[in-house]
C-alpha cells in the first residue's frame, strides 16, 4: 500500500504481543542528514498514531521522493491513511486474512 510519500509493508506475525516498525529512506531522498532528518519525522507521526497501529504485525515505512514536499501534518495525515488501510487489509482481529 501506498500514497505518494510513503509505502507500507506489512507482514503478521502470530504470536507477537506487540509491533515492530521500521522507517526506511533510500539515497533518492538525499545526504544522510536529510534522511535522518526525514526518518525522524515520520517515526514521530507514527508515534502520534501509537493506539492505531496493528498488534501482531511487523510494519515497514518506506519514505517516497514526494516526501520532501511534504509538511509534518500532511506525513500524519498520510501515516494515519496507511494504518488504516493496513488494519483493515488485517482484518477485524487484527490477524492477516487469507
Known amino acids: 500500500m501506498h500514497t505518494p510519500e510513503l509505502t507500507i509493508h506489512f507482514l503478521p506475525m502470530p504470536g507477537n504481543e506487540s509491533a515492530r516498525i521500521g ?51 500532511k506525513i500524519e495525515a498520510r501515516v494515519e491513511e496507511l494504518l488504516t488501510r493496513a488494519q483493515t487489509a488485517a482484518g477485524p482481529s487484527g490477524s492477516a486474512s487469507s
Do not use: C
Not at 52 to 72: E, H, K, M
Open 23 to 73: 522507517v526506511v529512506a533510500g539515497k533518492k531522498i538525499g545526504p544522510l542528514a536529510k534522511r535522518s532528518r526525514w526518518k525522524r519525522r515520520v517515526r514521530a507521526a507514527i508515534q502520534s498514531k501509537w493506539g492505531r497501529i496493528p498488534i501482531g504485525f511487523d510494519l515497514v515505512f518506506v519514505l517516497r521522493q514526494a516526501i520532501l514536499r511534504s509538511d509534518y501534518w
